[in-house]
Structures are given as C-alpha cells and as structure tokens.
C-alpha cells in the first residue's frame, strides 16, 4: 500500500508538472497565433515580431554618427546635375549579441533622394565593411532594377552578399488592445548644413537621425526593448509678432493641443522609429490598396511603353496610391446619436499646405466639457458641449471664412455654412486612445483654401516630349490647369509651351477668368495651349516645412526684394514675372507693415511634395515663397537664407509656388 500511495503521489506531480508545461506551451503557442494572425493584418511582417524574450539584448552598443564614407551609393551625372549631395551618411546602430548575425554591425545608411521624394534610408548588416548584408522588409526588391520602387540600383551591388530581412526591435505593426495599433513609417531624418561650402559657394547639407527628443513626453510601452515617447506640438515660429488675428489662433492651439498621434520608438541602442496610430481593419484595408496600387502600377509600366511605341493611341492612367493608415472614420461607422454629424472625419484642425497623417493629442478639456454622440467600433465618442468653444471657433475659421468665390471653386455643390449651421453639425469629434489621451478628429467634408498656393510648373525639353507628371504623395487639390487625371499628361515644346494630351479631362466651360491667378486659363484651354502646369492643394500626410533663416521685409520693400531675389536665384524674365505678378497681391491683401519671407528649396520640397517626372528630367528646380505677416519688426533679425541658385542642364523643370494665407 505504501508503495502504491508513493506511486499515486509520483503519478500525481508528474501530472502536474505536464498540466502546467502544457498550460505553458498552450500559452506560447496561443501568443504564436495571435502574432501570426496580426502579421495577416500588417503584411509580411511575421519575420520581425518575435517574443520578447528573444529580443532582448538584441544588441549592444549606441547608436554612432560614422566619419567615414562606406562607399555603399553609386552616383551618376544626373545626380550631380539635379543637385543631389554625393556624400551619403552612416550610422552604427548597435552590434548583433545573438543569433545568425552574431558579431555583426548594424549599419544605418542614408542617401540623399536622387530627385523629389524623402532620402533613401538602408539597413545593413556588415562583420567588415567591406560586404553586406540588405534588409529589405518591404521586398522592394522585387520590382525591376530600372523600377524607381527599387533600392538597389542606388546601391553598389558588389557589396551586397545577401537580401533579407534582419532582426530587430522595431516591427512592422505594433498591436496595442483589440483595437488600436501602431504602423510603422520611417526612421526620422533631418537636414542639417554641414558648415561646408560647394563649388558656387553655396552650404551644403547632409541628412542626420534625428536624436534628441525634448520635452517629448514618455509613454508606457507595450514592449521592454522599446521606449515610446509622445510627439508634441510646435507652435510657429515668430508668433510674438504676427498679425492679432493669428496670434489668437496660434493661442488656441497652444492651449488645447499637446501633439499629435505620431509616436517615436527608440530601441535599446538609441535608434528611433517613427510610428502612426491606426487601427486593424484600417491597416488591412491600406495593405490590400497598396498591393493594388502595386499591380496596377506594374501594368500602367507596360501599356506606357506601349504608348510611348506608339503601339495604342491613349496613353495609360496613373494608378492612385493609397493614403497611409490612421484613426479616420465616416458618419456611417458611427453607432447612436441623432445623426447630426459630417460625413469623414479625419485630421483635426488642418493647417495649410500640409496636413499630418496624425491627428491631435488633446489638453485642458475634462469630461465634463464633453458629451456622449454615438460609438465607433465600440469605443465611445464625444462632442464639445459648448457651441462657443474656442476649438469650435477656429475649425469654422479654417473652412468657411474665406471669400465666397475661393469656397465656391473648392467646395463645388456643398452650401457654404454660417457658424451654428457648421457646429451643429459637430466638425470635432473626440475619443480616447490606448494611452488614455483625448484624440480629436475633424470633418473632411469641405476643403480648406489651397495652402500650397499657385505652383506651377515650367517644363523646358530639348525637343518636343512626352512628358507625365504625377504626385508620388496625396495632394488635396482646389486648383488644376489642366485637370489631373491621374497625373498630367503633356507635350512639351523647348520653348516652355505645353499641349494637354488628355483635353477630355479638363472642362473648360468652368473656368472663371476673372480669379485671380487664372486670367490666362479660359483661352490657354479652348486652345490646348499652356504656358505651365498651375495647381494648388494640400499635401496630405506631411507636415509643412518650416525654418528660421529668412528675411524680414517691409511692405514697402517687397516690390523689390522679390524680382531682385528670384533674378539672383537665375529665373528667367517670364518666371520671375509669372511669380511676381501672381504673389504680390496675395501678399498685399493682409496689409501688414512686415512681412518674414523664406523660400523652400528644391531639396526641401522633394521632401514635402515629390514629383515623379517621366522621362526624368537632367535638372529640377522648385522655389516656394513661404511668407508670414507681422505687426512690428522682430527685435532680432533672423539668419538670412543661402539660397541655391539654377543652373539649366538639359531637360529642365522649373516650378515656383508659395503659401496660400
């Protein structure tokens, strides 16, 4: 009997043991399934969400600035001519601690964009700096080497022993709760003057990580490797002396906004990541667009040449990209209520020319200035109860203050609203986040007054082409001439004269030639004759570029200052009076004694607003006029801008523009 009672108690805790391994196993491998699953929401990403108990000390070291060139970017003549800095710059970003890359260095390499768009950023892996291996995450590789999607061809191929995907901390989608994820976009990237000087004397830049994030405050993280750190709100730059009537909406945004809903992430070795707050299904609906716009791209490739070998006779429309993940939502997702609501939302409160992905982080208002107006996929949802709010205030300003004819030509059919008729119909909305902080959203029914104002574009070819332009970012337009159908699609002549290839697009019957800026549209269309491409928008998914070097000007100076600067800057006569004629007025109307002027230069809009040109031209040139009213002089001058004049190479595209007030 003992020896059966000490077998029964043996047989026992063996059981035991097994029930809790398996509860164990049961439990990773429940862990395993929810990760393999939310890799079927972000896309491939399963490579790179691992437990966390694997990625720990993942690496070692800190994140280091290099002096030296790794030589890991091949440049050519066309590089040069449009201005790109042939120097790249190199990071170290911790040495691998375990695994198949034991001993290896993390290496951060940044090119600077060829043309418009972001400067290319690569992850490598190298044991020697000599031969590398390429982390390619979101298999751009696997387009055609001459296809602009891919890296490689900036890369020198000889270094590159391997493709793959590396380990690391920073994953493609970082899930939250039920409902709220975090979508990784890029490694954040500023330009900084390298106190350097090119052949023409002008400063050059280099493109450095950012890594000091001040006054950003700390979240809790989901994942031990990570620190998560909230994104704050900046106010502009020269506030003491602008206008009242800006000052106060400068007031109100510092008093309610905290920041915004992008999150910076740094891993253990000091290299940040920037993330945008979405939600599942909306990322779904993103990957499933995006491999879309993909196919469809890939087909627009094949009947383009089809068209240029003059095999069709109409040319291919571009395919839109997808716009990026965030919290948007329609009036039909919302549950309850009396149905008193606009129909999207999405960023609140939008300021000019760039509107963020993300939206705002809100401060300094309780529950008890909100009240309950429905749910959105189960999470409640609120509305000010004031109808006098200062925020309530400024979202009418932002959309339905501007002269009657500009509401009209941008918000074609919708009826213009007195202030109750708009808040009545809750242009803020308001809900909470994983954190606990109050996100707002705002109607994107009507569209703001085109903040990104009268750029146009001048194409010069050295004989006449075909030539397609298209926004490789989402533009908002209030303006286009002509029409863009999916990108514009023109003949070029040397002398700068454009015909439409797609006068089908554009109705001519519904231009206004009395606006100003589209005095010459009406006859420039009837003829399918014109001198630019004219637009104006808003870049959707940017923030707006700003700085502090510039000049401070008198009103009695800016009749001067402007054709003296754009002649010094190598615009031709016609430009420089195109722009001239166009923006004095514009900037007469706010009737300030001071104005801050600074120009936005190529290398700063190809950042902001890229363009895809094709064929690509031999040099781009881009100035915007970026210009704020003050009532009185600052006390200190600001550092007078540099600026980078033209110089004509070959096929040139020449495009001025500037901030819409």
């Given at each position: 009997?003992?020896?059966?009672?000490?077998?029964?108690?043996?047989?026992?805790?063996?059981?035991?043991?097994?029930?809790?391994?398996?509860?164990?196993?049961?439990?990773?491998?429940?862990?395993?399934?929810?990760?393999?699953?939310?890799?079927?929401?972000?896309?491939?990403?399963?490579?790179?969400?691992?437990?966390?108990?694997?990625?720990?000390?993942?690496?070692?070291?800190?994140?280091?600035?290099?002096?030296?060139?790794?030589?890991?970017?091949?440049?050519?003549?066309?590089?040069?001519?449009?201005?790109?800095?042939?120097?790249?710059?190199?990071?170290?970003?911790?040495?691998?601690?375990?695994?198949?890359?034991?001993?290896?260095?993390?290496?951060?390499?940044?090119?600077?964009?060829?043309?418009?768009?972001?400067?290319?950023?690569?992850?490598?892996?190298?044991?020697?700096?000599?031969?590398?291996?390429?982390?390619?995450?979101?298999?751009?590789?696997?387009?055609?080497?001459?296809?602009?999607?891919?890296?490689?061809?900036?890369?020198?191929?000889?270094?590159?022993?391997?493709?793959?995907?590396?380990?690391?901390?920073?994953?493609?989608?970082i899930p939250l709760d039920s409902l709220y994820v975090l979508y990784r976009e890029s490694i954040p990237v500023t330009s900084?003057?390298?106190?350097?000087?090119?052949?023409?004397?002008?400063?050059?830049?280099?493109?450095?990580?950012?890594?000091?994030?001040?006054?950003?405050?700390?979240?809790?993280?989901?994942?031990?490797?990570?620190?998560?750190?909230?994104?704050?709100?900046?106010?502009?730059?020269?506030?003491?002396?602008?206008?009242?009537?800006?000052?106060?909406?400068?007031?109100?945004?510092?008093?309610?906004?905290?920041?915004?809903?992008?999150?910076?992430?740094?891993?253990?070795?000091?290299?940040?990541?920037?993330?945008?707050?979405?939600?599942?299904?909306?990322?779904?609906?993103?990957?499933?667009?995006?491999?879309?716009?993909?196919?469809?791209?890939?087909?627009?490739?094949?009947?383009?040449?089809?068209?240029?070998?003059?095999?069709?006779?109409?040319p291919p429309e571009y395919p839109s990209y997808p716009e990026k993940p965030n919290v948007r939502f329609e009036k039909s997702?919302?549950?309850?209520?009396?149905?008193?609501?606009?129909?999207?939302?999405?960023?609140?409160?939008?300021?000019?020319?760039?509107?963020?992905?993300?939206?705002?982080?809100?401060?300094?208002?309780?529950?008890?200035?909100?009240?309950?107006?429905?749910?959105?996929?189960?999470?409640?949802?609120?509305?000010?109860?004031?109808?006098?709010?200062?925020?309530?205030?400024?979202?009418?300003?932002?959309?339905?203050?501007?002269?009657?004819?500009?509401?009209?030509?941008?918000?074609?059919?919708?009826?213009?609203?007195?202030?109750?008729?708009?808040?009545?119909?809750?242009?803020?909305?308001?809900?909470?986040?994983?954190?606990?902080?109050?996100?707002?959203?705002?109607?994107?029914?009507?569209?703001?007054?085109?903040?990104?104002?009268?750029?146009?574009?001048?194409?010069?070819?050295?004989?006449?082409?075909?030539?397609?332009?298209?926004?490789?970012?989402?533009?908002?337009?209030?303006?286009?001439?002509?029409?863009?159908?999916?990108?514009?699609?023109?003949?070029?002549?040397?002398?700068?004269?454009?015909?439409?290839?797609?006068?089908?697009?554009?109705?001519?019957?519904?231009?206004?030639?009395?606006?100003?800026?589209?005095?010459?549209?009406?006859?420039?269309?009837?003829?399918?004759?014109?001198?630019?491409?004219?637009?104006?928008?808003?870049?959707?998914?940017?923030?707006?570029?700003?700085?502090?070097?510039?000049?401070?000007?008198?009103?009695?100076?800016?009749?001067?200052?402007?054709?003296?600067?754009?002649?010094?800057?190598?615009?031709?006569?016609?430009?420089?009076?195109?722009?001239?004629?166009?923006?004095?007025?514009?900037?007469?109307?706010?009737?300030?004694?001071?104005?801050?002027?600074?120009?936005?230069?190529?290398?700063?809009?190809?950042?902001?607003?890229?363009?895809?040109?094709?064929?690509?031209?031999?040099?781009?040139?881009?100035?915007?006029?970026?210009?704020?009213?003050?009532?009185?002089?600052?006390?200190?001058?600001?550092?007078?801008?540099?600026?980078?004049?033209?110089?004509?190479?070959?096929?040139?595209?020449?495009?001025?523009?500037?901030?819409?007030?």
């Amino acid at each position: 009997m003992k020896f059966a009672s000490g077998f029964v108690k043996t047989l026992l805790l063996i059981i035991g043991v097994c029930v809790v391994s398996c509860l164990v196993t049961i439990a990773v491998l429940k862990k395993d399934v929810l990760l393999n699953e939310f890799s079927k929401i972000v896309g491939n990403v399963q490579s790179n969400i691992v437990p966390l108990s694997e990625k720990k000390n993942l690496f070692s070291g800190n994140l280091r600035l290099l002096p030296d060139d790794l030589h890991l970017f091949v440049f050519n003549d066309v590089d040069v001519s449009n201005g790109v800095d042939t120097t790249a710059t190199y990071y170290e970003a911790g040495v691998y601690e375990s695994g198949e890359y034991k001993g290896y260095t993390r290496i951060i390499a940044i090119r600077p964009a060829e043309g418009p768009g972001d400067p290319y950023v690569f992850v490598l892996a190298t044991k020697d700096k000599s031969s590398y291996v390429l982390s390619d995450e979101d298999e751009l590789t696997k387009y055609p080497e001459d296809d602009w999607r891919n890296p490689m061809k900036y890369l020198d191929k000889t270094k590159i022993r391997k493709i793959t995907v590396l380990p690391g901390q920073h994953p493609k989608g970082i899930p939250l709760d039920s409902l709220y994820v975090l979508y990784r976009e890029s490694i954040p990237v500023t330009s900084v003057k390298t106190g350097k000087k090119d052949s023409f004397g002008q400063d050059t830049y280099a493109d450095r990580i950012v890594e000091t994030f001040t006054n950003y405050p700390e979240l809790t993280s989901p994942l031990s490797t990570l620190t998560f750190l909230g994104n704050i709100y900046e106010p502009p730059y020269l506030t003491d002396q602008m206008l009242e009537e800006d000052r106060q909406k400068v007031r109100v945004r510092q008093q309610y906004v905290l920041g915004t809903t992008s999150v910076v992430t740094i891993d253990e070795v000091g290299l940040p990541w920037l993330y945008t707050l979405s939600r599942k299904r909306d990322i779904t609906v993103y990957e499933e667009k995006l491999a879309l716009y993909n196919s469809q791209y890939t087909e627009y490739q094949k009947q383009q040449k089809l068209w240029e070998d003059e095999i069709v006779t109409t040319p291919p429309e571009y395919p839109s990209y997808p716009e990026k993940p965030n919290v948007r939502f329609e009036k039909s997702t919302i549950v309850g209520g009396d149905g008193q609501f606009f129909g999207t939302y999405d960023v609140a409160l939008p300021q000019v020319c760039g509107v963020d992905v993300n939206t705002l982080v809100m401060k300094n208002i309780s529950d008890a200035d909100l009240e309950k107006v429905g749910s959105v996929y189960g999470q409640p949802v609120y509305a000010l109860k004031n109808a006098d709010h200062p925020l309530l205030t400024l979202a009418f300003e932002n959309k339905m203050t501007m002269p009657e004819e500009e509401f009209e030509a941008m918000n074609e059919g919708l009826p213009k609203l007195t202030r109750e008729g708009y808040v009545d119909k809750r242009p803020l909305l308001f809900f909470k986040d994983f954190w606990g902080r109050l996100l707002s959203v705002g109607e994107y029914e009507y569209k703001m007054m085109g903040g990104c104002g009268k750029p146009v574009l001048y194409l010069y070819p050295e004989k006449p082409l075909d030539v397609r332009v298209t926004f490789e970012a989402p533009v908002d337009l209030t303006r286009d001439m002509p029409s863009y159908a999916n990108g514009w699609m023109v003949e070029a002549k040397p002398d700068g004269s454009l015909s439409d290839l797609q006068p089908d697009k554009t109705d001519c019957s519904g231009i206004d030639s009395s606006l100003h800026g589209l005095e010459y549209a009406w006859e420039a269309c009837t003829a399918n004759a014109y001198p630019y491409i004219y637009w104006s928008g808003n870049r959707r998914g940017a923030v707006y570029p700003t700085g502090k070097d510039g000049f401070v000007v008198s009103s009695d100076e800016l009749s001067t200052f402007l054709p003296r600067t754009l002649s010094s800057l190598g615009l031709s006569e016609t430009e420089e009076m195109d722009m001239v004629s166009y923006w004095l007025p514009e900037i007469a109307k706010k009737d300030a004694p001071w104005y801050f002027i600074r120009f936005l230069e190529t290398r700063e809009l190809n950042a902001f607003i890229p363009l895809h040109i094709e064929p690509q031209p031999d040099t781009l040139f881009r100035i915007f006029l970026d210009w704020k009213p003050l009532e009185t002089r600052p006390l200190i001058s600001p550092e007078p801008q540099n600026l980078t004049p033209l110089t004509r190479n070959g096929f040139t595209v020449v495009e001025w523009g500037g901030l819409k007030q």
